[in-house]
């Protein structure tokens, strides 16, 4: 989807600030939050692709004001309730109103911390060979998908060069809509600064992408 | 917002999804396991192991998976090296995306729009806010984490450290340097 979360090469969004001394939480409510969303993802509610989705989805205006963490509980709360794991009424007040939805690793508990300490891995079989090798020109197709989607939209329509081939992966377009894994190969593609941002660029500059096959043609 | 939070665990722990225990252990984990110490290591091991700077650059997740003091990282870890015509920096422009395993948690100004946005298109501005010029002949090579795929920056060792030790080095080696927003520490100066 063409929303906000976007961001590369927009304007007027000021300075880089960076925070001297940051802890890792600014408030105790930060780490509850990011434990939810590792815990509710790996006892099955939604997979990385999904909570991506649900935070993109937020109002624009409400992405753009809210904190990290506050993207993060809100994404959390809606895609709750989208699944019918909690209600909204017991979110309100606090407690379990309903029975349980079943989840499909089942309960989280201690014994399950080590699995979401470890990074997932997304490497699947192919299901057709590679259309791209290094070396290849290839042109960011011209997608606007309604839904969810890794393409982002300051690359499409330009022609960059494929530098590696990473294997097959979880295609998130598909896993985020609850469509499936659909592997797909994904390609690191480079593009000169020039071609994404015209002849004012900054002519040193080189910008890759991590593109997925279903976003690339011959060019 | 500590209300609302603590509204969403009662419900979650009521209706028997998670051990609210296992929350604080997971809050534990991430606040004493991750951080950018576990890349420090990683990278001090490249200044002073060619064939290991030869494996990291060939394959980062195997190459790290062999040193049994850095937590897992799961796959598709890629180390970019930095040299003299060539600076790497990393951003995510859609959400977030970092080496955690490597790094720690990101910072808020990674997460961020200004971050996001100019990375791509301005990082020689970017990297003036963090007070890091660059000579103009040197290549920037922006990564744009848009996959699962994560990347962390070797950068350039620095002069004056002949003969330290991989302990010595890894004090060099700085969170920023990694993402490719600032530069190691200079031997000798003032931290």
Not at chain 1, 86 to 108: N, Q, T
Request: hydrophobic fraction near 40%; proline fraction near 7%.
């Amino acid at each position: 989807m063409n929303g906000v979360h976007d961001m590369g090469g927009m304007d007027g969004f000021g300075k880089v600030e960076a925070e001297p001394n940051e802890p890792m939480f600014h408030t105790r409510w930060e780490g509850r939050v990011l434990a939810m969303v590792r815990a509710m993802g790996a006892a099955g509610a939604f997979n990385i692709d999904t909570s991506r989705f649900f935070r993109e989805s937020l109002p624009p205006h409400v992405y753009l004001s809210s904190s990290y963490y506050k993207k993060w509980l809100l994404g959390l709360e809606d895609m709750l309730i989208a699944r019918g794991y909690v209600g909204k009424k017991e979110i309100a007040e606090g407690h379990a109103r309903e029975p349980a939805k079943p989840l499909r690793r089942g309960r989280f508990t201690v014994n399950d911390v080590e699995r979401v300490m470890a990074r997932g891995k997304f490497g699947r079989d192919a299901q057709a060979p590679a259309k791209f090798k290094a070396g290849d020109r290839v042109r960011a197709r011209n997608l606007h998908p309604l839904t969810h989607t890794r393409l982002p939209r300051y690359v499409r329509g330009h022609v960059g060069v494929v530098e590696r081939n990473h294997g097959a992966q979880v295609f998130p377009d598909s896993a985020a809509i609850g469509a499936g894994e659909n592997p797909q190969w994904l390609y690191t593609v480079v593009f000169n600064g020039a071609e994404l941002w015209g002849p004012d660029s900054d002519p040193a500059l080189k910008i890759s992408v991590d593109a997925f096959e279903p976003y690339l043609e011959k060019a | 917002m500590e209300l609302r939070v603590r509204a969403l665990e009662t419900v979650l722990s009521e209706k028997g999804y998670v051990d609210l225990a296992a929350l604080d252990a997971i809050v534990q984990a991430y606040e004493t396991r991750i951080g950018p110490h576990n890349g420090a290591r990683v990278v001090a091991k490249a200044w002073s192991d060619p064939a290991f700077r030869r494996a990291l650059l060939e394959d980062a997740t195997k190459a790290v998976s062999t040193l049994g003091h850095v937590d897992r990282v799961g796959d598709h870890l890629v180390a970019v090296e930095n040299t003299p015509e060539r600076h790497n920096m990393v951003v995510c422009t859609l959400c977030s995306c970092y080496p955690w395993e490597m790094l720690g948690l990101p910072p808020v100004w990674y997460k961020a729009a200004p971050y996001r946005s100019r990375a791509v298109r301005d990082p020689r501005g970017v990297l003036k806010d963090f007070g890091v010029s660059l000579p103009k002949d040197i290549e920037i090579r922006v990564w744009d984490s848009t996959a699962e795929t994560r990347f962390l920056v070797l950068p350039m060792r620095p002069e004056g450290t002949d003969g330290w030790s991989e302990e010595q080095l890894a004090e060099l080696v700085t969170r920023d340097s990694m993402i490719g927003t600032g530069f190691p520490k200079t031997p000798g100066a003032p931290s």
